[in-house]
């Protein structure tokens, strides 16, 4: 179900018409059927008013199976305030608000700067995962999972 389909679902089982449905959002009718034809998205605030009003987590509202993986630095995206945002405002579920704000990267980072940066994470990783990787594992390792996302790929 993707997110035209649950403001739909959400409004309905709240027995909204869209005009009371806006009004909960301080948003026009207009913006509540576009939203629902998806013709629009909803920008990251509106989001976090829908999901506070009508009490439906973020991954809910999104129609997220699972937990979106940041496709520039690997980090689970979960909450919120995690998601990156396209220039207008809209959330993006492939990158995560640290490398991805406003429609563009907020860094230039290259692979390798990208693997280091990670690695100071290291410890949290490890213990995060029961292993216990050396900062040479963990480089390699990081550096495969890494070519594997799209910000990555085609760039060996
Ligand atoms: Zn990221």
Same mark, same amino acid.
Do not use: C, D, M
């Given at each position: 179900m993707d997110l035209q +389909? #649950? /403001? #739909? +679902? /959400?409004r309905e089982k709240n027995g909204l018409s869209q005009e009371e449905m806006a009004n909960k959002l301080f948003v026009t009718r207009q913006a509540v059927s576009r939203w629902e034809h998806g013709e629009t998205y909803p920008t990251i605030e509106t989001l976090k008013a /829908? =999901?506070?009003t009508f009490e439906v987590d973020i991954a809910t509202l999104l129609g997220?199976?699972? @937990?979106? /993986?940041c496709q520039s630095c690997a980090m689970p995206i979960q909450n919120i305030d995690d998601f990156g945002t396209n220039a207008d405002d809209t959330v993006t579920t492939e990158y995560c608000s640290h490398c991805y704000k406003g429609g563009s990267f907020t860094h230039n980072r290259t692979v390798e700067e990208m693997i280091e940066s990670n690695l100071r994470f290291l410890d949290a990783f490890n213990a +995060?995962?029961? @292993?216990?990787? =050396?900062? +040479?594992?963990?480089? =390699?390792?990081?550096k495969a999972h890494l070519l594997t996302l799209k910000r990555w790929q085609n760039r060996a």
């Open positions: +389909e #649950v /403001i #739909v +679902e /959400i /829908i =999901s506070k997220l199976q699972e @937990t979106p /993986i +995060e995962n029961g @292993t216990a990787y =050396s900062e +040479e594992e963990a480089r =390699s390792i990081f």
